[in-house]
């Protein structure tokens, strides 16, 4: 005979012996049962009751098996519980027992549901751009396939991550760690389309090249900046004054590249030229050979010595030459 026949037969005994007494500890199981955790004890899935309450504490402490993964369930049948309860060691002569065919084992679970992911993926990306954008200049859409999560029973917590940062012109990737009561569930990964609208200064006019920029020349025009190339000017009082590198049509989006200083030193014209021996200013004529705004190097020639010499502009037909020790300061 063998051995798990051998131990039915024990059980079966015991349950006889013990029915004939309708005192002591008694253990029902009902036919579905749910459990939270990684492992069955007694406790959770029967009713005991006796008057022995150390034994009874003890019988509900008692592991039968693995637990199913939340929100999945299995069947354990009335030999394999008998099999583990008589494998745990306990005495089963001194306990009456009501266990049914088939037991069906729950994992019990909570669903967290797509759009409180979603949400935290909002609310992440509004709190990377930060307080100063205006709430209806960013434009978020969800762009993936809604998915929920389930997860064990207990206190659900969620941070959100950016791996990429946020991405105007492709998706940007958000990263949902889901955790319960501390412990780590599992990650979901959220594809969202952010647009940024801005205010960005655009040409109200043509603007041919080397032309100084004023008022009248520039406008403002709510803009997706993902549509744009980097560089877009949000204030345009940061180009007037300046001077236009070439030609720029109306509606044309002014940025960084377009624009420079204003030519304070042409070629050609005749400038003062200056510099430091020590402590003493030496003060020359010289011709400027080449076109210069300020702070700029360019190539002059001095009058007296008819030497080509680079200096630095700094203002209108006024240039520092670079002496060894000057060009060392700068």
């Known amino acids: 005979m063998s051995k798990k026949v051998c131990l039915l037969i024990l059980f079966q005994i015991c349950v006889l012996i013990t029915s004939a007494f309708a005192e002591g500890t008694r253990v029902v199981i009902d036919e579905q049962v749910r459990v939270n955790g990684a492992a069955i004890s007694l406790g959770q899935v029967a009713k005991i009751s006796g008057d022995d309450e150390k034994i009874n504490q003890e019988l509900r402490q008692l592991k039968i098996g693995d637990a199913p993964a939340p929100g999945s369930s299995f069947v354990l049948t009335k030999e394999i519980i008998t099999m583990r309860l008589a494998a745990a060691g306990i005495d089963l002569a001194s306990v009456m027992w009501s266990i049914p065919d088939r037991v069906t084992v729950i994992g019990d679970s909570q669903v967290i549901s797509a759009q409180t992911l979603i949400d935290k993926g909002i609310n992440a990306i509004r709190d990377q751009v930060g307080p100063n954008v205006k709430y209806d200049d960013l434009h978020i859409f969800y762009v993936g396939r809604e998915q929920e999560v389930t997860a064990p029973v207990g206190t659900v917590a969620l ?22 009561d501390g412990q780590a569930v599992t990650k979901v990964s959220l594809r969202f389309k952010v647009n940024l609208y801005r205010q960005v200064t655009v040409a109200a006019r043509q603007v041919n090249a080397r032309e100084i920029f004023t ?42 590249s377009m624009v420079n200083k204003p030519v304070i030193v042409k070629r050609g014209n005749m400038v003062t030229l200056t510099a430091f021996i020590g402590t003493i200013e030496v003060i020359t004529s010289g011709q400027a050979l080449q076109d210069g705004y300020e702070n700029q190097l360019i190539r002059v020639k001095n009058i007296s010595s008819n030497k080509i010499v680079f200096g630095k502009v700094i203002e209108e037909n006024k240039v520092q030459v670079l002496t060894y020790k000057s060009a060392s300061a700068s």
């Open 215 to 256: 008022e009248d020349d520039l406008r403002y025009e709510r803009m997706d900046t993902g549509q744009i190339a980097a560089g877009f000017i949000t204030d345009k009082n940061k180009i007037l004054g300046l001077m236009a590198r070439r030609l720029i049509t109306p509606g044309m989006v002014i940025s960084d």
């Open 159 to 180: 941070a959100a991550s950016l791996p990429y940062g946020i991405r105007y012109n492709t998706p940007t990737t958000i990263i949902i760690s889901v955790s319960v």
